[in-house]
């Protein structure tokens, strides 16, 4: 008895979804531009954003100069929002706006763009061209709407790009001091500091700047050790006046030292001794 139960309710739940999908077929087929405006527009507010989107993308040509235009690409626009087309979501949430820019719903559609682009950023190890249009989009959303309900959250996601953004340029200045490619690593690590000062990577970069230029300094020939031992002894010094608690302060001070010690030597050496061709 119970098996014939479950039995029935399979082929009533298959009777249901067959005539569901005869139904949507039905209406693929439809040249009825109203049955089918009506039948996306449920669709969507059911949440079924798949069969809404590919309805609407077939009518929105035939809506043109019609009132429901507007509404129903906007919608299409946010069923690929909401099935994470976030790159055709974007497009066509620039198109609706480009369209339609006296439209009510152009300030969220401004925002549903920069949101889309913003899902679309890559993880930081990736390439972040991506990441610098999301932001660049979000920052003229903000400027055009400085009042916006949307702001806290646009703010967020800027502010949580920004910290990727962070993150990949510390890892790649840090990669060239792992592979001991110094002097790359002395200016990576610089600009590093220079374009996010209040980083908390601030700190370990500040250090390895003077680990890599110790190791430049080291590895050069006589003739530009002086000079690059005294940019080690610059960078020591700005390490130790900006961080004089750091755990690193140890190894820094040794780098220190050593490098005030082959100055005197070199300053020892003879004129001619250090007059070779730079390298």
């Not at 055709?88 to 198109?95: D, E, G, I, N």
């Not at 002894?233 to 750091?246: A, E, L, M, R």
């Amino acid at each position: 008895m119970r098996l014939s139960r479950l039995i029935s309710a399979f082929l009533l739940s298959s009777a249901l979804l067959l005539g569901s999908c005869t139904g949507y077929q039905k209406l693929l087929k439809s040249t009825n531009v109203n049955e089918k405006y009506e039948a996306a527009i449920k669709y969507y507010d059911k949440g079924d954003f798949f069969r809404a989107g590919t309805l609407l993308e077939e009518l929105i040509p035939l809506l043109k100069g019609r009132p429901e235009a507007e509404k129903a690409q906007f919608y299409f626009a946010n069923t690929n929002y909401k099935q994470r087309n976030y790159v055709l979501a974007a497009y066509y949430f620039k198109q609706f706006v480009d369209t339609y820019p006296n439209s009510p719903q152009v300030e969220e559609a401004q925002f549903l763009r920069a949101r889309s682009l913003y899902r679309d950023s890559p993880t930081y190890e990736l390439d972040q061209t991506n990441t610098v249009t999301a932001l660049e989009t979000i920052q003229d959303f903000l400027n055009n709407y400085p009042t916006s309900q949307f702001r806290a959250d646009a703010e967020g996601m800027s502010q949580e790009l920004q910290k990727k953004l962070e993150n990949k340029a510390f890892t790649s200045a840090k990669l060239y001091y792992a592979l001991r490619y110094n002097q790359a690593a002395v200016t990576a690590l610089g600009n590093f500091n220079v374009q996010y000062p209040g980083s908390a990577y601030a700190e370990q970069a500040d250090y390895l700047r003077l680990a890599a230029q110790y190791a430049w300094a080291r590895e050069s020939i006589e003739s530009k050790q002086k000079e690059r031992f005294t940019e080690a002894v610059n960078i020591y010094q700005h390490f130790v006046d900006t961080y004089p608690q750091s755990k690193s302060l140890r190894a820094a001070q040794d780098m220190y030292d050593d490098s005030r010690a082959e100055i005197k030597r070199l300053d020892a050496l003879p004129t001619e001794a250090t007059g070779t061709a730079a390298n």
